[in-house]
C-alpha cells in the first residue's frame, strides 16, 4: 500500500511558476512509476508527465513539454512537478499517482492521492 499526498497548488497568474510534490509514504516509492494527471471541471483526467523509478525517463503531454519538468528524490519519496509560464488553460486538480510497474501514459495506476488545486487567472 502507498499514500501519496500532493501539496504546492494555488491561485496563480498566467505566466507564473509552480511546484507541485507529491509525497508517498508506505512501500519504498523506489519501486514505483510516478506521475502527475490533472482533471479540469467537466472533463476527464489527462496525463501530464511521467517519470521512471530510477528518474532515468521522463515523459510529457504535448501540452506542456518544455514548459513542465517532471523529477523525483527516492531518499524523501517525492515527486515534483515544476511548472513554469503558467496559462489559463492549465486550470485542474493536480493528481500525483504510483504504479508498480513500468510508466504508462494512461490512467492505469495503482495508487492516487487527492489532489491540489491548481487555478491559472488570465
Known amino acids: 500500500q502507498v499514500e501519496l499526498v500532493e501539496s504546492g497548488g494555488g491561485l496563480v497568474q498566467a505566466g507564473d511558476s509552480l511546484r507541485l510534490s507529491c509525497a508517498a509514504s508506505g512501500r519504498t516509492s523506489s519501486n514505483y512509476a510516478l506521475a502527475w494527471f490533472r482533471q479540469a471541471p467537466g472533463e476527464k483526467r489527462e496525463f501530464v508527465a511521467a517519470?521512471?523509478?530510477?528518474?532515468?525517463?521522463?515523459y510529457y503531454a504535448d501540452s506542456v513539454k518544455g514548459r513542465f519538468t517532471i523529477s523525483r528524490n527516492n531518499a524523501v519519496n517525492t515527486v515534483y512537478l515544476q511548472m513554469n509560464s503558467l496559462k489559463p488553460e492549465d486550470t485542474a486538480v493536480y493528481y500525483c499517482?504510483?504504479?508498480?510497474?513500468?510508466?504508462?501514459?494512461?490512467?492505469?495506476?495503482?495508487?492516487w492521492g487527492q489532489g491540489t488545486q491548481v487555478t491559472v487567472s488570465s
Open positions: 517519470i521512471s523509478r530510477n528518474g532515468g525517463n521522463t
Open positions: 499517482a504510483a504504479r508498480a510497474r513500468v510508466v504508462v501514459l494512461t490512467t492505469l495506476y495503482d495508487y
